[in-house]
């Protein structure tokens, strides 16, 4: 998924793929459904385990905390469990909208992307050439796109 998000036309080329999800509309009617990652939006932990897990990396100031989380839980045995009864409204980017750009926002994702995949995925070279040359495809779109969302926002 993360090589589909990695750019705005291949997120146009695989719709289908992300329109469908990761899991299934039946999988959401349970009351608990097992899952890789909860938004840092919404989850809870118990202290004891986060402090098992030595807290969050900090190495990673936005984008990617939530995977490294539940990556650190998986290894020592702990299940994510998503509660589908629970509602919760998220207001995203409020404060960090304000503070940085849209630009370096993708920056930092990236950042924190090829972070978590070397760090806790331990891609090999090949992997993050990929990831190098999909990011240089994503800086040449954000040419077009960021004017395009100023546009709208007026």
Do not use: W
Request: aromatic letters at 16%.
């Amino acid at each position: 998924m993360d090589v589909i998000h990695a750019t705005r036309f291949l997120e146009l080329l695989f719709y289908s793929k992300l329109r469908s999800g990761e899991y299934l509309e039946t999988e959401y009617s349970q009351k608990y459904l097992p899952v890789e990652a909860i938004s840092g939006a919404f989850f809870i932990v118990k202290r004891a385990v986060l402090q098992q897990i030595g807290g969050f990396d900090e190495n990673v100031f936005l984008f990617y905390e939530e995977d490294i989380l539940a990556k650190r839980m998986q290894e020592i045995g702990k299940k994510i469990v998503s509660c589908n009864e629970v509602n919760f409204k998220h207001y995203e980017s409020k404060i960090i909208g304000k503070t940085l750009s849209y630009y370096n926002k993708m920056q930092q994702l990236y950042k924190s992307k090829m972070y978590y995949h070397k760090t806790y995925n331990r891609i090999g070279g090949v992997q993050i050439l990929m990831f190098q040359i999909l990011h240089f495809f994503r800086k040449v779109e954000l040419l077009f796109e960021i004017p395009i969302r100023k546009i709208l926002k007026k």
